[in-house]
Nanobody, 122 residues
Framework: QVQLVESGGGLVQAGGSLRLSCAAS????????MGWFRQAPGKQRELVAA???????KYADSVKGRFTIYRDDARNTAYLQMSSLKREDTAVYYC????????????????WGQGTQVTVSP
């Protein structure tokens, strides 16, 4: 198993930046595909960004060009750098992990963090 702990959320003005971190413990981090999800009040959880074990990334259209997902396997940490934040980015952000044996984007994730709140003010 792997345990995930997010950090880095908070209150930021529109146009600002935040970097979320997802620290993993347990099994070998490099063997997990990682994803960042978010859930706003009254809305379904959505995939924001994902990264394979090879470092290939994909993004939701709503965050392309503004968010960057990356990973540091030596530090067992995944990151989500968020820039040009908008009010509609306000949500609880979750990181998730799925054990994989080759480079692909999983359709399900087995392990989840507790979430970190991101609030973007006008």
């Amino acid at each position: 198993q792997v345990q995930l702990v997010e950090s880095g959320g908070g209150l930021v003005q529109a146009g600002g930046s935040l970097r979320l971190s997802c620290a993993a413990s347990g099994r070998t981090f490099s063997g997990y595909a990682m994803g960042w999800f978010r859930q706003a009040p009254g809305k379904q959880r959505e995939l924001v960004a994902a990264i394979t074990i090879g470092g290939t990334t994909k993004y939701a259209d709503s965050v392309k060009g503004r968010f960057t997902i990356y990973r540091d396997d030596a530090r067992n940490t995944a990151y989500l750098q968020m820039s040009s934040l908008k009010r509609e980015d306000t949500a609880v952000y979750y990181c998730a992990a799925h054990a994989v044996s080759w480079r692909y984007f999983p359709s399900i994730y087995d392990y989840w963090g507790q979430g970190t709140q991101v609030t973007v003010s006008p």
